[in-house]
């Protein structure tokens, strides 16, 4: 009996060591419009998320992470590739996004996260809102990734005609709520095997086949990829998930999205898989401030998606990792841009050096807690420069509508200067009290546009001939 007890501890030992020396895996879950004051830890006092909450309070909770653009398209571009998406291609000032009558997407010459990783034998899926070309010379499986499941661009596209009708109808969650309104299609890796989506299971199917990826894949490192549909208009939420909330549609469908997050946590837990995984929490943009209560809440920060305020590119992060990952409150900076170099030292893969990276590596921070190497940061929008970032001011020199981000960039007479450490909500300009300082950021933004001057054309803007 002693020694039957003996190796069953041999073999529990020899389980937890191998987790802890083995690259890990990673998870990067990537919500679509949700908001910084959208989750529990991150601020709500409404929206319950328990899963997520628990992970920022096992993990890292940071404060201060930046998405590489405040739109879906270039922000999903630069969290794969660990480049501005100027330098891609994947932004426009003719058109904010990739729409279903695109003819370009994310060059293939372009380096994903997934094509890094699988180069040191990880396996690896996209499920979700790919939204980076809908083609199949720019769907996942061209970028690295071994399957994908998911609607291609987003959930309100080729919606039948009525896309034109958002404005006129944004005070109405109502309008948004018939499947057949959004005819969308469900690709498994190139073949629609659904169209219409049905919407109302996309989480929870998502979900599923997330939950399967890693069940495959225990005996070996993965890389997955979620991305969620949701809370990018319309919204949409399981019949087991609608009006559990008691308060919104809109927190019924990020409460839903929490209960997948849980799902994953289990998932790893049950095959043994939590000490040797990294999961990242966060989303692609803030909150689409056009719809009102069915819309988010970018909490303390000013304006939201489509913007280069503080709410339209800070987002909630978090990364959880229990035998990797040093607990604790981050407020430093840094950004999806840095999760390729991040991956890459933690894994042993390489990060492309025939050409200009803007990642860092953020490994050190989460097994050590040591300073972020992030000190900056540029804010582009719509293949424009809008403004540049130090760990303590922010200069624009542009603008969007902080509400409808759709009119046409505001070019302002002169800089405005925040301290984005005493003054979190832009409310205080203080460009008139320190000039020098205002210069020196200008300085630095001059320096960056001819460092990508040369970047790739735009991919955005060329549309399919019509049929």
């Given at each position: ?8 501890l ?10 802890y020396?083995?690259?890990p895996?990673?998870?990067?879950v ?11 830890a991150f601020g709500?006092?409404m929206i319950?998320t328990?899963?997520?909450d ?8 940071w404060t ?8 879906c398209t270039?922000s ?15 932004t ?5 996004v990739?729409?279903p009558d ?6 293939q ?6 094509e890094?990783?699988k ?5 690896t ?7 980076l070309g809908?083609?199949p010379e ?11 499941f998911g ?6 596209m ?6 034109g009708?958002?404005?006129?109808n ?16 469900l690709?498994?890796n190139?073949?629609t095997?659904?169209r ?5 299971t ?6 599923e086949r997330?939950?399967?990826?890693i ?10 990829y979620l991305a969620h ?7 949409f939420t399981s ?7 008691k ?5 019924d469908?990020?409460?839903e ?9 289990d998932?790893?837990k049950v ?10 929490f966060t ?7 056009l719809?009102?209560t069915h819309?988010?809440?970018a ?16 987002v ?14 981050i ?11 991040t991956?890459a030292?933690?894994s042993?893969?390489?990060?492309p050096?025939?050409r200009?990276?803007?990642g ?5 921070v989460l097994?050590?807690k ?11 929008a719509?293949a ?8 303590q001011y922010?200069?624009?020199?542009k ?6 981000y ?9 800089p ?5 450490r005493?003054?979190?909500s832009e ?7 320190f ?5 020196t ?7 960056h ?7 790739t054309p ?5 549309r399919?001939?019509k049929e």
């Amino acid at each position: 009996m002693k020694k039957l007890i003996l190796f069953t501890l041999l073999i529990q030992c020899l389980s937890v060591f191998g987790q802890y020396n083995d690259r890990p895996n990673f998870v990067v879950v990537f919500c679509d419009d949700l908001g910084y004051g959208d989750i529990g830890a991150f601020g709500s006092p409404m929206i319950r998320t328990p899963n997520i909450d628990q992970m920022a309070a096992e993990g890292q909770k940071w404060t201060q992470f930046y998405v590489g653009d405040p739109v879906c398209t270039p922000s999903r571009a630069a969290l794969l590739t660990g480049r501005y998406p100027i330098r891609s291609g994947m932004t426009s000032s003719e058109r904010h996004v990739l729409f279903p009558d695109s003819a370009n997407g994310l060059k293939q010459e372009e380096v994903t996260i997934a094509e890094v990783l699988k180069a040191e034998g990880y396996a690896t899926a996209a499920v979700g809102k790919w939204h980076l070309g809908h083609l199949p010379e720019f769907l996942p499986q061209e970028q690295g990734f071994d399957s994908y499941f998911g609607i291609p661009y987003s959930n309100d596209m080729n919606n039948n005609g009525f896309f034109g009708e958002y404005s006129k109808n944004a005070d109405d969650p109502n309008y948004f709520s018939e499947i057949d309104y959004f005819d969308v299609p469900l690709i498994e890796n190139t073949t629609t095997i659904e169209r219409p989506t049905d919407q109302t299971t996309i989480t929870k199917r998502y979900t599923e086949r997330a939950v399967q990826f890693i069940e495959k894949n225990k005996e070996k490192p993965f890389f997955l990829y979620l991305a969620h549909s949701m809370p990018h208009i319309p919204l949409f939420t399981s019949k087991a998930f609608k009006g559990r909330s008691k308060a919104s549609l809109y927190v019924d469908v990020i409460e839903e999205v929490d209960w997948s997050v849980g799902q994953i946590i289990d998932a790893l837990k049950v095959n043994n898989l939590d000490k040797n995984t990294i999961v990242v929490f966060t989303s692609d943009n803030g909150p689409w401030l056009l719809f009102k209560t069915h819309g988010g809440s970018a909490g303390p920060f000013r304006a939201g998606k489509g913007t280069t305020f503080e709410g339209g590119q800070r987002v909630p992060t978090v990364f959880w990792g229990p035998g990797i990952v040093k607990s604790g409150v981050i407020n430093e900076m840094g950004s999806t841009l840095d999760l390729m170099n991040t991956f890459a030292a933690l894994s042993g893969g390489k990060v492309p050096d025939d050409r200009k990276m803007d990642g860092y590596d953020l490994s050190k921070v989460l097994t050590q807690k040591a300073d972020s190497p992030r000190k900056e940061f540029y804010y582009w929008a719509f293949a424009e420069l809008h403004g540049y970032r130090t760990e303590q001011y922010k200069v624009h020199i542009k603008q969007r509508d902080p509400i409808n981000y759709g009119q046409p960039t505001i070019t302002l007479d002169k800089p405005e200067l925040y301290d984005v450490r005493a003054d979190i909500s832009e409310k205080y300009d203080l460009a008139d009290n320190f000039p020098e300082v205002v210069q020196t950021l200008l300085d630095k933004m001059e320096v960056h546009l001819k460092d990508v001057e040369g970047s790739t054309p735009d991919q955005l803007a060329e549309r399919l001939p019509k049929e």
